[in-house]
Structures are given as C-alpha cells and as structure tokens.
C-alpha cells in the first residue's frame, strides 16, 4: 500500500494564481484532512472530510476549498494565492474518529511570491 | 474550543540521557492525547497515545503521562539515540477534531 500520496512536492506560485493540491490515499479510509504547517506554529486544521460527500471547515479555512467526491481522493483548492498561504500542507487520513490514528502524507512545500 | 501548548520548542540531550516534552490543554471534555513524530521532510507519524482513563502508558523507551486534574500531559523517551532527533507535536481531541501543540524540536548528540 501506498498510504497518503500528495501531489506536487513542490510548487511555486505568483500572488493571485490558482492551484490544486492533490491528495489520494489506499487505506479505504472515510476521515481525511489537510493541514497547514508554519514554524513555531505547528499542524493547523484546514478542511476535513468524514466521507464521500462530505467536508467541513477546520481552524483556517479562508482562502482554501475542497471536495471529496470519492474516499480516496481528497484535493484543496486554492483560488487566489496570497503570500500568507506560503506553507507545507499536509493531507492525513484516519479510518474512524479523531481517536484513530492519523496517517500523514510526505507533504507539499508551497511558496507564493 | 480546545487549546494546546507545549514546551519546550527545542530540546538538545546527550545520546543516552532522558528527554521531556509538555503539553498543557485547556477544554476539560478532551480525552484523547496522542503524539506525533516528524523527520526530517516526512509527514508526522504516531509513536504512542493515550486516553484519558488512564494515567500512563509505556511503550518500550517512550512513555506517556496524563494529569486530568492539573490538565497536562508529557512525553518521556529513556536512552535517546541519534535516531531520536525530529519535531515531536503532542494534540489533544476537540472535540471531533485534533488541535496540535507548536512542536518540540528534539535535538540527540552523539
């Protein structure tokens, strides 16, 4: 098994563009989640999904979207890239509640300039 | 809503002493606190949790201990080794939701 794979590693984009980050996992898990990491700050809830269909706002959702349109895949959204946005983003997966352990993807270093 | 803090942000140990990281929370209704370690370029990835029915909990060189009263939590690792070094980030359950501390950055010289 693969576990959680993110797409790209890396990205660089200029204030005000668009972009998608791409997130899939194997596990036949309902529960994903993207967060952001800054440092000093450490993992913030972005958006969650507890299913196909489903997803809900996290700690700091403003500027992002998502959908969860099958259970594997998981993508965020950003629409207008803002230089506030310049993280690394991870997609995590677990198969039940928040009492379940999270599998992390490898991460996505985004920098707007 | 739930707040996590955690101390210290940089720890740096001789290879073989023992190492501590705190969490404190402040939403009395959490009841699951687990920690996360993170290499170097990788996701996190969970070592050792804890519910809060129980006070402490030994996995090999790691430990957790929970204090409900006192709302705090802590990491013990015995016998650190070089592979030890990474960011440590302990959570805590609010309430559907895992909220992290900062992070410690544990440093293991040999």
């Known amino acids: 098994n693969a576990g959680v794979t993110q797409t790209p590693k890396f990205r660089i984009l200029k204030i005000g563009q668009s972009m998608t980050l791409q997130c899939t996992q194997d596990?036949?898990?309902?529960?994903m989640y993207w967060y952001r990491q800054d440092p000093g700050m450490g993992l913030k809830l972005i958006y969650y999904s507890v299913g196909a269909g489903i997803t809900d706002k996290g700690e700091v959702p403003n500027g992002y979207n998502v959908s969860r349109s099958t259970t594997e895949d998981f993508p965020l959204r950003l629409e207008l890239a803002a230089p506030s946005q310049t993280s690394v983003y991870f997609c995590?997966?677990?198969?039940?509640?928040?009492?379940?352990?999270?599998?992390f993807g490898n991460g996505t270093r985004l920098t707007v300039t | 809503g739930e707040n996590v803090e955690q101390h210290p942000s940089t720890l740096s140990v001789q290879e073989g002493d023992s190492a501590v990281i705190k969490c404190t929370y402040s939403d009395s209704a959490s009841n699951y606190f687990p920690w996360y370690k993170q290499e170097l370029g990788k996701g996190p990835q969970l070592i050792i949790d804890i519910r809060s029915n129980v006070g402490e909990k030994k996995d090999q060189r790691i430990a957790v201990t929970l204090n409900k009263t006192a709302k705090h939590f802590s990491l013990h690792i015995t016998e650190t080794q070089p592979e030890d070094s990474a960011v440590y980030f302990c959570?805590?359950?609010?309430?559907?939701?895992?909220?992290f501390g900062q992070g410690t950055t544990l440093q293991v010289k040999p």
């Open positions: 959570a805590g359950r609010a309430p559907t939701q895992l909220i």
């Open positions: 995590a997966s677990s198969f039940g509640t928040a009492n379940s352990p999270l599998h």
């Open positions: 596990m036949n898990h309902n529960y």
